[in-house]
T-cell receptor, first 113, second 111 residues
Framework: DTGVSQDPRHKITKRGQNVTFRCDPI?????LYWYRQTLGQGPEFLTY????????KSRLLSDRFSAERPKGSFSTLEIQRTEQGDSAMYLC???????????FGPGTRLTVL | GEDVEQSLFLSVREGDSSVINCTYT??????LYWYKQEPGAGLQLLTY?????DMKQDQRLTVLLNKKDKHLSLRIADTQTGDSAIYFC???????????FGTGTLLAVQP
């Protein structure tokens, strides 16, 4: 399968714990996006990488959130001191630089108890 | 900021055509997308249209864009039960092409 993959698919954690999610984009896709989707809503943009550079962050991305893409391939999204309001589906998408199609992974569903 | 709106629910009978509508506010949106999401699954890109086009057809799917009214529609011909899902409209553009999504339209196909 050469699509976007995300790990883990599900994560249950207690409030106050740190969590980290991983995204492996489609090979050679320069662009990588993170979105968050809550129940009954459309996905909301969180952050964008072009290769290893993080070029845009949403106001939704509080100081507790950090994302990296150290070698321009996979990316990680870390949430520190999780809160119940962080419960959502976290989606990763990738795209070639020269094209405008964004391909989404299956998402990581986070539940904060 | 950009806002994208969709009706929440559409019910059709199998074999009929479905039309899902979307409006957006940012006239500088360059690309407009339709995604499908089935329960528990990620987003599947169905099609997209460049803002200087009026129409795009891809098998059973027809996208119509009225740029003056900032209105986008997705027509699904011969709707099947497997088409039951949530359909999201999204607008993109700019240097990053980040997508702004609508709240989604739940399409229910009755046998």
């Amino acid at each position: 399968d050469t699509g976007v993959s995300q790990d883990p698919r599900h994560k249950i954690t207690k409030r106050g714990q740190n969590v980290t999610f991983r995204c492996d984009p489609i090979s050679e896709h320069n662009r990588l996006y993170w979105y968050r989707q809550t129940l009954g809503q459309g996905p909301e943009f969180l952050t964008y990488f072009q290769n290893e550079a993080q070029l845009e962050k949403s106001r939704l991305l509080s100081d507790r959130f950090s994302a990296e893409r150290p070698k321009g391939s996979f990316s990680t999204l870390e949430i520190q001191r999780t809160e119940q309001g962080d419960s959502a589906m976290y989606l990763c998408a990738s795209s070639p630089l020269a094209y405008n199609e964004q391909f989404f992974g299956p998402g990581t569903r986070l539940t904060v108890l | 900021g950009e806002d994208v709106e969709q009706s929440l629910f559409l019910s059709v009978r199998e074999g009929d055509s479905s039309v899902i509508n979307c409006t957006y506010t940012d006239s500088s949106s360059t690309y407009l997308y339709w995604y499908k999401q089935e329960p528990g699954a990620g987003l599947q890109l169905l099609t997209y249209i460049f803002s200087n086009m009026d129409m795009k057809q891809d098998q059973r799917l027809t996208v119509l864009l009225n740029k003056k009214d900032k209105h986008l529609s997705l027509r699904i011909a011969d709707t099947q039960t497997g088409d039951s899902a949530i359909y999201f409209c999204a607008a993109g553009g700019g240097a990053t092409n980040k997508l702004i999504f609508g709240t989604g339209t739940l399409l229910a196909v009755q046998p």
